[in-house]
């Protein structure tokens, strides 16, 4: 008896199950944005911390005065003198495969750790 309504709404009910499964691309753009910027040189990655449309937001961490530390290593003297540069605000160093919060901490600076074990991106947050 119901065999039939059943058969006929199964493709559409997959179809939506499937629909849900798959990626969205912009769903996570500060996420495609560090993945983008993981592999660009020096300079560019300081460009990319810091667009146009949140200068202020990277001046309030910091991370607008540290171009010259990109693909250093983090060692102890490099973060001491990357905290002297943001005037000892809290830093979070964020190596790859990291869990990591995203509570807004306009103040906090972001320094994040390429596979090489360099330092790719700075931001704030």
Same mark, same amino acid.
Do not use: W
């Given at each position: 008896m119901f065999e039939k309504p059943i058969t006929a709404a199964l493709? *559409? #009910?997959? @179809?939506?199950? #499937?629909? &849900?499964c798959g990626t969205q691309k912009?769903?996570?753009?500060? +996420? $495609? $944005?560090? $993945?983008?910027?993981? +592999?660009?040189?020096?300079? @560019? *990655? &300081? &460009?990319a911390a810091a667009p146009e449309a949140s200068e202020?937001? &990277? @001046?309030?961490?910091? @991370?607008?005065?540290l171009g010259s530390y990109l693909n250093l290593l983090p060692t /102890?003297?490099?973060? /001491?003198s990357i905290a002297r540069a943001v005037d000892d605000?809290?830093?979070?160093?964020?190596?790859?495969?990291d869990a990591v919060t995203h509570d807004l901490r306009p103040d906090?600076?972001? *320094? /994040?750790i390429g596979v090489d074990g360099r330092i790719k991106r700075f931001h704030c947050g």
């Amino acid at each position: 008896m119901f065999e039939k309504p059943i058969t006929a709404a199964l493709p *559409v #009910l997959l @179809a939506a199950l #499937l629909a &849900a499964c798959g990626t969205q691309k912009g769903g996570n753009a500060q +996420h $495609e $944005e560090a $993945e983008a910027s993981s +592999h660009m040189p020096g300079e @560019a *990655v &300081a &460009a990319a911390a810091a667009p146009e449309a949140s200068e202020s937001a &990277a @001046a309030k961490c910091g @991370a607008d005065r540290l171009g010259s530390y990109l693909n250093l290593l983090p060692t /102890e003297t490099a973060k /001491e003198s990357i905290a002297r540069a943001v005037d000892d605000r809290p830093i979070r160093y964020i190596e790859p495969g990291d869990a990591v919060t995203h509570d807004l901490r306009p103040d906090r600076l972001n *320094v /994040e750790i390429g596979v090489d074990g360099r330092i790719k991106r700075f931001h704030c947050g």
